[in-house]
C-alpha cells in the first residue's frame, strides 16, 4: 500500500477509534467529551486526522484531498488548530459537532478512496 492511501487509512482508523471509546464507554456523546479520561483522547485522534491531512497536502496528494470537501478540510484543521494551542479553552460543543457532522461525512469519504 502507498504512503498516501496508509494516511487515508490512518484517518478512518482515528475515526473508528473515536467511535469505539464512544460505544464501549456506554454513554451519550455529550456526557463522553466532558469525561475527563475520554475528553483527551478524543481529542488526540481529531489531531491526528488533522495531521493526516497536513502530511497528504506535504505529500502533494491533491487528487486524493480533492474528495474531500474544503470545508471539511478547513474545518479539521481549524478544529486541530484549536485543540493544539487552546487546549483548556476548547468549547465542548465544537468538539460534538466535529464528531457527529463532520467525522462521518470524511469516514465515507476516506472508504470510498480506499475502496477503489
Do not use: C, W
Amino acid at each position: 500500500m502507498s504512503k498516501v492511501l496508509e494516511r487515508v487509512e490512518n484517518i478512518v482508523k482515528s475515526i473508528e477509534d473515536i467511535e469505539f471509546i464512544l460505544d464501549d464507554s456506554h454513554i451519550k456523546l455529550t456526557h463522553a467529551i466532558e469525561n475527563k479520561i475520554i475528553k483527551p483522547a478524543i481529542r488526540m485522534h481529531i489531531v491526528k486526522i488533522a495531521e493526516q491531512f497536513t502530511k497528504l497536502k506535504d505529500d502533494n496528494a491533491f487528487k486524493i484531498l480533492a474528495n474531500f470537501s474544503d470545508s471539511d478540510l478547513r474545518g479539521i484543521s481549524a478544529v486541530r488548530n484549536y485543540i493544539a494551542h487552546d487546549y483548556d479553552s476548547v468549547d465542548d460543543h465544537i468538539i460534538e459537532d466535529t464528531i457527529r457532522y463532520d467525522l462521518p461525512h470524511i469516514k465515507a469519504q476516506a472508504q470510498k478512496i480506499l475502496s477503489n
